[in-house]
């Protein structure tokens, strides 16, 4: 699985970094990307959760 960010969209609010920060984090301008490449199978879940739970609907999985 990959998951991508648009960042164009991402208002920064930290949920994914909170939910799954062994993935997402927050660069220099605030808004997140996905640092690990494909997800790594142990955080798969929380992931998925961080994607349900953003507020702007921002990240994509691919499988
Ligand atoms: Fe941005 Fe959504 Fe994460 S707004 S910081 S991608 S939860």
Same mark, same amino acid.
């Given at each position: 699985m990959?998951? #991508? /960010?648009?960042?164009?969209g +991402? $208002?920064? +609010?930290?949920l +994914? %970094?909170?939910?799954?920060? #062994?993935?997402? @984090?927050?660069?220099?301008?605030?808004?997140?990307?996905?640092?690990? #490449?494909? /997800?790594?199978?142990?955080?798969? @879940?929380? /992931?998925? #959760?961080?994607?349900?739970?953003?507020? %702007?609907d /921002? $990240? @994509?999985?691919? @499988?």
């Amino acid at each position: 699985m990959r998951a #991508q /960010v648009d960042q164009s969209g +991402c $208002i920064g +609010c930290g949920l +994914c %970094v909170s939910t799954c920060p #062994q993935v997402f @984090a927050l660069n220099s301008e605030h808004k997140a990307e996905a640092k690990a #490449q494909p /997800v790594p199978t142990q955080w798969e @879940a929380d /992931v998925r #959760q961080a994607a349900q739970s953003c507020p %702007v609907d /921002v $990240i @994509a999985l691919l @499988a």
